[in-house]
């Protein structure tokens, strides 16, 4: 069965940091773009970020832009995302997704989505 579980969320205060992971099974990522996606309520879902199969392209949502950082490590079929920075608006549940293809592409071509996991920003 092809699963992404992601985990790391939590409560911080303004300026804390967390580190996101999402782990694949029943599949290897590896040849795969990967996606960290958010939704907060109310709100449409946005992708944050998106690394290559590679880890040589990586890109990011212009509101998290030198605060966010996405890697990538294939022999453990993991992608991270560390948050530095944490701000009030990036209160959001988290999901990460495999797109079809190697490359960052369009939001709606990524599947397998986990269950998501919780960030919740405040003082």
């Known amino acids: 069965q092809l699963q992404l579980v992601e985990s790391g969320g939590g409560l911080v205060q303004p300026g804390g940091s967390l580190r996101l992971s999402c782990t694949a099974s029943?599949?290897?990522?590896?040849?795969?773009?990967i996606g960290w996606f958010r939704q907060a309520p109310g709100k449409e879902r946005e992708r944050v970020s998106c690394?290559?199969?590679?880890?040589?392209?990586?890109r990011y949502t212009d509101s998290v832009k030198g605060r966010f950082t996405i890697s990538r490590d294939n022999a453990e079929n993991t992608v991270y995302l560390q948050m530095n920075n944490l701000k009030p608006e990036d209160t959001a549940v988290y999901y990460c997704?495999?797109?079809?293809?190697?490359?960052?592409?369009?939001?709606?071509?990524?599947?397998?989505w986990g269950q998501g996991t919780q960030v919740t920003v405040s003082s």
């Open positions: 997704a495999a797109s079809e293809y190697s490359y960052c592409s369009a939001s709606a071509s990524y599947n397998n």
């Open positions: 029943g599949f290897t990522a590896n040849y795969y773009a």
């Open positions: 690394i290559s199969s590679s880890g040589g392209s990586r």
